[in-house]
């Protein structure tokens, strides 16, 4: 199935960036059961809300889709965006799935998400799972900063979070705005907690750091992605797997694991509560974390899983190699408006 798939995956992924999408235990089958049971849920449909690219989404929805007869619809956005969507549907739900998208972010949005434990649980790494099954971890995603080989020599590069105050960067960091891009959000409570979270010294590098910024901050995540790539900006904070998809696909730029360490924060998928496709959700949610789906997406994307009988990513250093800082997952969660609003208003001159 795996070598008949990836055959099929290849050529999606080439036609993938021209498409656009519109704008509790259970007895649930799993993914390797979804393809024999494709018949009795021709009639199913789905709606997802996902802020993945669009060449990781197409695949994946299109393998789902043939495999269990269900019927996707797919929303894109922006973490931020979707999730307030979320929050005003509440009474009258329109989507089914939250589909990515940093787990602190989906964890500060809880109340509008149905727990379900998926069938693959005990297949998955402890650390990245929610003890309340509020969401299930899709992959594990660095944090890290990336460089145009063209513009920053090798003695300049920067080794550090630190590095990025100096002042041949300044106007030159590509970074998105936390407030639209649950990945940026991480970013910055991982920059807090390598300078200090729970004090001044925090905020003073975020205010150094935004100073730095010369005022340009981004609307999405996906845009700082290219920014780096098409010389736009020197540097960018943004996700492993993306800085290595430009890479495999030739763009001559660096990755950088800051030396006050990082964070590998799990995005997860969600159910929405009140959705009228509770099973069909639920057979998404085992789905995408199924063993041959998490071999591919980490093989294909670069990104890493989150199963334990997964062989790690080719290439790169391992997770236990990787500096991290201690990421409070559940202070991210709790204090996601306070740092948001915090980090608005320094933007916005305030502070």
Known sequence: ??????????????????????????????????????????????????????????????????????TVDLITGGTGELLKRVQAESGNPLGDVFWAGGADSLASYSEYFEPYKTSEYDNLLPNYVDESNTWTPFNALPMVITYNKEIVSEQDLPKSWEDLLKPKWKGQIAFADPSKSGSSYTQAVTMLTAFGRDNEKGWDFVKKLVANMDGKILSGSSLVQRAVPDGEFALGITLEDAALRYIEGGSQIGII??????????????????????????????????????????????????????????????????????????WASDHKDEVIGRFVGIMMGAE
């Open 257 to 330: 694991y800051p030396e006050e360490g990082t964070s590998a924060v799990p995005d997860g998928a969600a159910i929405i509560k009140g959705t009228k496709h509770l099973n069909e959700a639920q057979q998404f949610i085992d789905f995408v974390v199924s063993k041959d789906v998490q071999e591919l997406v980490q093989d294909e994307f670069k990104r890493r899983s989150i199963r334990k009988d997964v062989d790690p990513v080719e290439g790169l250093p391992q997770t236990a190699d990787i500096k991290l800082v201690d990421y409070d997952f559940k």
């Open 1 to 70: 199935m795996r070598k008949i798939w990836l055959s099929g995956l290849m050529g999606v992924i080439l036609t993938s960036v021209l498409l656009t999408a519109c704008g509790s235990d259970t007895g649930t089958s799993t993914a390797t059961d979804a393809s024999n049971a494709a018949a009795d849920s021709d009639s199913g449909t789905l709606t997802i809300y996902s802020p993945n690219a669009a060449e990781i989404n197409n695949p994946i929805i299109k393998e789902f889709q043939e495999r269990t007869g269900i």
